[in-house]
T-cell receptor, first 115, second 114 residues
Framework: EPEVTQTPSHQVTQMGQEVILRCVPISNHLYFYWYRQILGQKVEFLVSFYNNEISEKSEIFDDQFSVERPDGSNFTLKIRSTKLEDSAMYFC?????????????FGAGSRLTVL | QQQVKQSPQSLIVQKGGISIINCAYENTAFDYFPWYQQFPGKGPALLIAIRPDVSEKKEGRFTISFNKSAKQFSLHIMDSQPGDSATYFCAASGLNTGGFKTIFGAGTRLFVKA
């Protein structure tokens, strides 16, 4: 079964450092997303990406965050200068077009720990 | 307007019992209501979903009941099993500004006692 793959599975970084989280969405999917989940809490929407541009972003997704699809397969989330409160599980998801556009397939997540 | 409210926060059910989780939404533009199941250390996985043109959808032991006028929907797990112990998230989505934004409820931790 096709899956969304994310790397790294766990990253530890110092406050103020830049972090890039990587995702390989399902190959024929058209919509790409990042969500985050602070330990034990709800899954929060960060950003959606379609047709090589951001289609929607949440209040959490401020100027410190950026996304990119540098080639035909990868989808990345960059945090420019990490803060302690950025510590969370970050999930990438993708979805098909048409009636499948809101059926999300999630990756296993990247745990980010900011010290 | 964008919130999805979920209850209870946690639920303990005996094996073989029925687990019921409830959700409510406000935004009438939502047109897709999925339930996701999440095991520790894993990403959420789609369990079952419903669109507002039907009032109920059943897949095996899992049933969604949908009340459009009340803007509520619920997940029923029949014959609950210990393997069902997980966190369950209701969610809602609809076409916004060219993309789909899925809003999640706060989650319900289900524990099924053997």
């Amino acid at each position: 079964e096709p899956e969304v793959t994310q790397t790294p599975s766990h990253q530890v970084t110092q406050m103020g450092q830049e972090v890039i989280l990587r995702c390989v969405p399902i190959s024929n999917h058209l919509y790409f997303y990042w969500y985050r989940q602070i330990l034990g809490q709800k899954v929060e929407f960060l950003v959606s990406f379609y047709n090589n541009e951001i289609s929607e972003k949440s209040e959490i997704f401020d100027d410190q965050f950026s996304v990119e699809r540098p080639d035909g397969s990868n989808f990345t989330l960059k945090i420019r200068s990490t803060k302690l409160e950025d510590s969370a599980m970050y999930f990438c998801a993708s979805s098909d077009g048409g009636t499948g556009a809101n059926v999300l397939t999630f990756g296993a997540g990247s745990r980010l720990t900011v010290l | 307007q964008q919130q999805v409210k979920q209850s209870p926060q946690s639920l303990i059910v005996q094996k073989g019992g029925i687990s019921i989780i409830n959700c409510a939404y406000e935004n009438t533009a939502f047109d897709y209501f999925p339930w996701y199941q999440q095991f520790p250390g894993k990403g959420p996985a789609l369990l079952i979903a419903i669109r507002p043109d039907v009032s109920e959808k059943k897949e095996g032991r899992f049933t969604i009941s949908f009340n459009k006028s009340a803007k509520q929907f619920s997940l029923h797990i029949m014959d609950s099993q210990p393997g069902d112990s997980a966190t369950y998230f209701c969610a809602a989505s609809g076409l916004n500004t060219g993309g789909f934004k899925t809003i999640f409820g706060a989650g319900t931790r289900l524990f099924v006692k053997a």
